[in-house]
T-cell receptor, first 113, second 117 residues
């Protein structure tokens, strides 16, 4: 079945540590996105990419980095510069188009030890 | 910048009754897209319904329908014949047209819907 796979489901980060969240899609979608979800704040856009080897900052990119070396993969690194990383992270993808919906992964819950 | 406001943090409805969730947005664009997403306890985001701003007809999907008021920048979701499986967080979202480099979805803060048996 086609879809978006995020791993791991739960992740713990120690102080000063970088961690990488995986996002893989086999839908042949061009565009991929990373969102952060905090309680009571909805989803906020971290980074997005509409083509391989290119990506743009979203509304809350500080402390995060991404790469898009392959169409199907869009990993997110939470760096030690992100002082409040505890959140639920959602990856999404879509076809390029005027009203195409986003398909979401099942998310990764990141917590700080 | 575009903003999406959901003023009802929580709502509840009796099973089989109808409930309406509110959403307003702010934009200077004339062409855009609006969505309602559902997030059940599993936290999987599920598209409920979508509306294109240039279409005057309100979108419907089975028991779900919207009341799109473009001039008022309002986009409410009506759920008819509420079922226990409708219990979830509901997010309203706004999307700019898919121009290269300008394609992203902006979400409201959500409304938690409880279904009372």
């Amino acid at each position: 079945d086609g879809g978006i796979t995020q791993s791991p489901k739960y992740l713990f980060r120690k102080e000063g540590q970088n961690v990488t969240l995986s996002c893989e899609q086999n839908l042949n979608h061009d565009a991929m996105y990373w969102y952060r979800q905090d309680p009571g704040q909805g989803l906020r856009l971290i980074y997005y990419s509409q083509i391989v080897n290119d990506f743009q900052k979203g509304d809350i990119a500080e402390g995060y980095s991404v790469s898009r070396e392959k169409k199907e993969s869009f990993p997110l690194t939470v760096t030690s510069a992100q002082k409040n990383p505890t959140a639920f992270y959602l990856c999404a993808s879509s076809i390029q188009g005027r009203n195409e919906k986003l398909f979401f992964g099942s998310g990764t819950q990141l917590s700080v030890l | 910048a575009q903003t999406v406001t959901q003023s009802q943090p929580e709502m509840s409805v009796q099973e089989a009754e109808t409930v309406t969730l509110s959403c307003t947005y702010d934009t200077s664009e004339s062409d855009y897209y609006l969505f309602w997403y559902k997030q059940p306890p599993s936290r999987q985001m599920i598209l409920v319904i979508r509306q294109e701003a240039y279409k005057q007809q309100n979108a419907t999907e089975n028991r779900f329908s919207v009341n799109f008021q473009k001039a008022a920048k309002s986009f409410s979701l009506k759920i008819s014949d509420s079922q226990l499986g409708d219990a979830a967080m509901y997010f309203c979202a706004y999307r700019t047209p898919a121009n290269f480099g300008n394609e992203k979805l902006t979400f409201g803060t959500g409304t938690r819907l409880t279904i009372i048996p």
